[in-house]
């Protein structure tokens, strides 16, 4: 029987990732990881519909390949492909319009693979530069 294992889409910021990874090994075990710019904007508000196309490809590969069961979608503070976060007016603005986008792309997700477990994480650093999951 093969192992179940869980997709991590994520962005390829530095200043997230590793940390973020290290975090969802402890908690999840070993799991697919998809890295791109952005992360679930890929999917939620890709610049371009081949973006939204190859996440979703690489899903289907972890799925029929390593018969992944979970999906965890993040996105970040101050994320450069969504402008950053001097595009918005405050922290509060900033995390509700990446729920919103999370929460499209869990949609679409669930639309596409309806037995696919999905969880979302925005991912924060608190005072002492530890990333947070909100």
Do not use: Q
């Amino acid at each position: 029987m093969k192992k179940k294992l869980t997709i991590v889409l994520s962005c390829i910021d530095y200043r997230f990732w590793p940390k973020e990874l290290a975090v969802l090994e402890k908690k999840f075990g070993d799991f697919d990881s998809i890295e791109m710019a952005g992360g679930s904007k890929n999917i939620a508000s890709p610049r371009h519909k081949a973006d939204r196309h190859a996440v979703l490809e690489s899903i289907e590969v972890a799925i029929n390949l390593h018969n992944a069961k979970t999906l965890i979608l993040t996105n970040h503070l101050d994320c450069g492909a969504y402008g950053g976060s001097k595009k918005f007016s405050s922290y509060t603005k900033e995390l509700n319009f990446h729920k919103k986008e999370l929460e499209k792309a869990k949609k679409i997700i669930k639309k596409t693979f309806p037995k696919l477990k999905v969880k979302t994480f925005f991912l924060a650093k608190d005072s002492k530069g530890k990333i947070k999951f909100v």
